[in-house]
């Protein structure tokens, strides 16, 4: 388990003076050009296998436990925005987007449990486990004909037909039995389970965060995600903090804030490339190619998104990430810009551009989802008396999971969400960025929207749009009304609406409980994702509470569809 949040907190404390005097960025110094790094490093795997097929690998019957968190992510900046925060605190955004008005077009299809930690849950994780944990990371996949839901220590598979459960709940790291090492023994968390949607294969992976730091991948054989994988363990360089995968046809990336074991409280960020190619075929020689990125020392840069295809024309030139948005308190008007130029041939060619904040797209104002927090700055959900006054956190310091990028027609669409305060709680914010033409990189604005300032608080946010053009956006909502639990919500946008309105939200699943006394933490995140079977249906999964408890959520999945995708 990741247990290190407390330390990093003491010592962020420490370096508040060194924060609050890093040179200035190059976003602030209005530079004409991106600054590029050049310091790739290349690594052939640690270690290589193939796996017996999932669905024969036993899971060890565990002893009982106490509950526990897991790592909390790490804010890069917490000691700079913690400073900030006591002359900056209560100030509301500037900038709002209408609503449509409308309800929102698209209909929920299929709509289940997923896995949980209670233990009266349909598929439930604790049994496995051995104790409860917080908070889910909730996140999904959808294949040929699965679905794969991991919700951080355990994942299963169920029919996309029907919702029934074709395999587990099983262990994390139940990828990696029979593997050794790390990746056999570790399952600490902050997984990814993705579906390549060119080539029909699941990639899993999950980091190991105790030293010898490493990333764990396992890629199907098959469409079958019960069958057998190709396992691979790559090097990290220090403590590799809340991973996010993109995946393209070729070429498989990640990103991760990166923490040293010891020093000061944020190092840098690692964003890795992978030869998919060879992977897919169970090349033990395929390489991990990966650059390190330090803001030339003004740790400007975090929290990156690698751009995650839903469409797949093909590998057409460099990666797009986004991110790096906890840089100025209590906001900014900017979200920041890379592109990751990867060469595996000669790993000395690779470029990372726009680092420094040196690519800033711009943004309408908004100021971070922060707050007078119990345990962190970004604890500001309200929930019902019942939670008894606890208060959940948005992640308000970072871009929420997926990056989703569509191709059409040669105009590439770029979604993402955050959390953000408005006047009197906290809200969704979406946006749509593009750039015209296959490989072109550099992203400008089209459009934004904004969930409705009504004293609701919504966040952690995950949005996406289908071939029509039309987008989904999945969320939780809560607030401090009598049986105004935290439930799970979509809205969105058809197409053809005007630019920048968000229809009117629908409910998915009523809570009918509040989380209380765990660590404030929700999320870490959710995940819409788009079914590339038909390019139209959506599957959005997220985490609610049945009852009022300590570590007992549960989860959701739903599909969605808006009605003139065919």
């Not at 700079?80 to 299809?109: E, I, M, R």
Request: hydrophobic content about 35%; proline content about 7%; overall charge negative.
């Amino acid at each position: 388990m990741k247990s290190l949040r407390w330390l990093w907190a003491i010592v962020a404390c420490l370096f508040v003076t060194l924060a609050m005097t890093l040179p200035a960025s190059a976003a602030q110094q209005k530079s004409t050009a991106p600054q590029v790094l050049r310091n790739a490093i290349a690594n052939k795997p640690i270690h290589f296998d193939v796996s017996q097929p999932l669905a024969e690998m036993a899971t060890k019957a565990p002893a009982l436990q106490g509950d526990r968190l897991t790592h909390a992510p790490i804010l890069p900046k917490l000691s700079k925005l913690t400073a900030a925060q006591q002359s900056n605190f209560g100030a509301a955004p500037s900038v709002f987007q209408p609503l449509t008005g409308s309800p929102v077009s698209a209909t929920v299809g299929l709509s289940f449990e997923g896995v949980g930690m209670n233990d009266n849950a349909l598929h439930d994780c604790h049994a496995l486990l051995g104790f409860h944990v917080a908070p889910p990371d909730t996140e999904a996949a959808v294949g040929d004909t699965q679905v794969v839901q991991w919700v951080n220590l355990c994942y299963a598979v169920f029919a996309k037909s029907n919702g029934s459960l074709i395999a587990g709940p099983f262990l994390g790291n139940a990828f990696w039995a029979g593997f050794g090492g790390p990746c056999e023994t570790s399952n600490a968390g902050d997984p990814i389970i993705q579906w390549d949607k060119k080539n029909h294969r699941w990639v899993a992976s999950q980091n190991v965060f105790s030293a010898p730091y490493m990333t764990c991948i396992a890629v199907s054989q098959t469409a079958d995600a019960t069958g057998s994988y190709y396992r691979y363990a790559f090097p990290q360089p220090g403590f590799p903090d809340y991973p996010k995968w993109g995946l393209k046809p070729n070429v498989y990336y990640q990103s991760q804030n990166t923490f040293p074991d010891v020093g000061p409280p944020f190092f840098g960020v690692n964003v890795c490339a992978y030869q998919a190619t060879l992977m897919r075929r169970g090349n033990p020689s395929a390489s991990q190619v990966c650059i390190f990125d330090d803001s030339n020392g003004t740790y400007f840069d975090d929290s990156m998104l690698p751009a995650d295809d839903d469409s797949a024309p093909g590998d057409s030139g460099p990666e797009v990430l986004l991110g790096s948005i906890d840089n100025f308190f209590p906001g900014d008007t900017h979200v920041y810009e890379y592109v990751f130029t990867v060469d595996f041939v000669n790993p000395a060619n690779s470029t990372l551009a726009g680092t420094d904040g040196s690519m800033p797209i711009s943004v309408p104002a908004f100021n971070l989802a922060f707050c007078a927090g119990q345990y962190r700055i970004t604890d500001c959900v309200a929930q019902p008396p019942d939670g008894l006054g606890y208060l959940l956190d948005t992640l308000g310091d970072r871009l929420m999971y997926r990056l989703a990028h569509i191709d059409e027609r040669g105009t590439q669409h770029f979604l993402v969400t955050h959390n953000v305060n408005d006047t009197a709680a906290v809200a969704v914010r979406w946006y749509e960025f593009r750039t015209q033409g296959l490989g072109s990189t550099r992203l400008s604005l089209y459009q934004w929207g904004q969930t409705p300032d009504d004293g609701e608080y919504r966040w952690m946010g995950s949005a996406a749009m289908d071939k029509m053009g039309n987008i989904a956006i999945g969320y939780s909502r809560s607030s401090g009304a009598v049986g105004d639990y935290p439930s799970i919500y979509y809205s969105g946008q058809t197409a053809g609406d005007p630019l920048g309105t968000t229809e009117t939200e629908a409910l998915i699943k009523q809570g009918s409980g509040s989380q209380f006394d765990t660590d404030d933490r929700w999320g870490d995140y959710s995940t819409m994702a788009l079914d590339g079977a038909d390019g139209c249906t959506f599957w959005y999964t997220q985490e609610y509470y049945p009852v009022t408890a300590q570590f007992r959520w549960d989860t959701w999945l739903a599909s969605l569809r808006f009605p003139n995708c065919h």
